[in-house]
T-cell receptor, first 114, second 114 residues
Framework: DAMVIQNPRYQVTQFGKPVTLSCSQT?????MYWYQQKSSQAPKLLFH???????NEADTPDNFQSRRPNTSFCFLDIRSPGLGDAAMYLC?????????????FGPGTRLTVT | GDSVTQMEGPVTLSEEAFLTINCTYT??????LFWYVQYPGEGLQLLLK?????DKGSNKGFEATYRKETTSFHLEKGSVQVSDSAVYFC?????????????FGQGTRLTINP
């Protein structure tokens, strides 16, 4: 089945130690998104790639970076995680062609910062 | 900016009860509207959507109608099941750099008791 895969499902990192979360998709969608969801809150968009074009939300901290080496893969890098970065990180994809298409979400990676 | 307001939770019902989760939005223009569902430990799944005024989205017994005059998109189900227990998010889509930004409500946790 075509899907959005996130690895790992659970990640523990130390305060200030860089961490990378990965997302892959078999849907061949041209847009990939990263959302941050803190406990009992709504997901919040961090940034998205439209093909190779990176688009950052205005309030996304500089500590968060992303890479998309090809259509299928997208990475979220947190350069110096703080305790406040502990959250579920959701990757989503969509096919954009001038109409409204749904976003397909992966299962998420739960990040713990110790 | 655009925003979504959802009915406060948590909501607890008995099996076979009628469900309504209220959702209202504020937006410039005419966004598409969505309901997403999140089961414990999982990512978000699209439940239903509506792309223009008076459209009704439906899926798995759930329904919601896009009401422009009241800026609402209330979720309803005639007879809930234990398996419907989850967190439900209302969202609108906003066009950004050729893609879509989902703006979510705060989520409503639903628990169905047998």
């Amino acid at each position: 089945d075509a899907m959005v895969i996130q690895n790992p499902r659970y990640q523990v990192t130390q305060f200030g130690k860089p961490v990378t979360l990965s997302c892959s998709q078999t849907l061949n969608h041209n847009v990939m998104y990263w959302y941050q969801q803190k406990s009992s809150q709504a997901p919040k968009l961090l940034f998205h790639y439209y093909d190779k074009d990176f688009n950052n939300e205005a309030d996304t901290p500089d500590n968060f970076q992303s890479r998309r080496p090809n259509t299928s893969f997208c990475f979220l890098d947190i350069r110096s995680p703080g305790l406040g970065d502990a959250a579920m990180y959701l990757c989503a994809t969509s096919r954009e062609a001038g109409q409204v298409y749904e976003q397909y979400f992966g299962p998420g990676t739960r990040l713990t910062v110790t | 900016g655009d925003s979504v307001t959802q009915m406060e939770g948590p909501v607890t019902l008995s099996e076979e009860a009628f469900l309504t989760i209220n959702c209202t939005y504020t937006a410039t223009g005419y966004p598409s509207l969505f309901w997403y569902v999140q089961y414990p430990g999982e990512g978000l799944q699209l439940l239903l959507k509506a792309t223009k005024a008076d459209d009704k989205g439906s899926n798995k017994g759930f329904e919601a109608t896009y009401r422009k005059e009241t800026t609402s998109f209330h979720l309803e189900k005639g007879s809930v099941q234990v398996s419907d227990s989850a967190v439900y998010f209302c969202a609108l889509s906003d066009r950004i750099q050729g893609a879509q930004k989902l703006v979510f409500g705060q989520g409503t946790r639903l628990t169905i008791n047998p």
